[in-house]
């Protein structure tokens, strides 16, 4: 069903094609790990997404020998490009248990047929452990 005018040569993206994706990533207990990526979505060729939000929620699961930050990155890296930027970043520094961080936010921009969106984890505590809950969505188009 189209929802724009019929008369416009080139119609709204929510009239081309349209898919919805989401990437996702959940963990019950993790020790403290290096930043690693866990979840990506790559743009198909010929198509653009529009990311549209990203969420990540923190909690600390046992207290931590010596404290550090746990963290939540959702980045997007550009096609032919290594460094992604970070569009949300959710922080947890704090030792009790129970005790958790959450952010999200939605409307980033449009991506590019080839790049990448992740979530990345990274938490750099001596000793505990912390619950990770992080997505992100896109609705694909044809470019």
Do not use: C
Not at 51 to 77: D, N, P, V
Not at 103 to 120: C, F, N, P, R
Request: hydrophobic share 40%; no cysteine; aromatic share 12%.
């Amino acid at each position: 069903m189209r929802v724009g005018h019929l008369e416009v040569a080139r119609p709204n993206y929510y009239d081309r094609l349209v898919a919805v994706a989401s990437f996702t990533y959940g963990s019950t207990v993790l020790a403290p790990a290096a930043q690693t990526i866990r979840a990506t979505y790559t743009v198909p060729t010929g198509h653009r997404a529009y990311w549209e939000s990203a969420g990540g929620w923190l909690s600390r699961a046992s207290a931590a020998g010596a404290l550090g930050r746990a963290r939540i990155f959702h980045r997007w890296t550009p096609f032919l490009l290594s460094v992604g930027h970070t569009v949300l970043m959710t922080v947890l520094f704090a030792n009790n248990i129970g005790d958790h961080a959450e952010q999200s936010q939605t409307d980033y921009g449009v991506l590019g047929a080839a790049d990448i969106a992740t979530i990345e984890t990274f938490d750099d505590s001596t000793g505990g452990s912390v619950e990770y809950t992080a997505s992100g969505k896109v609705t694909e188009y044809t470019a």
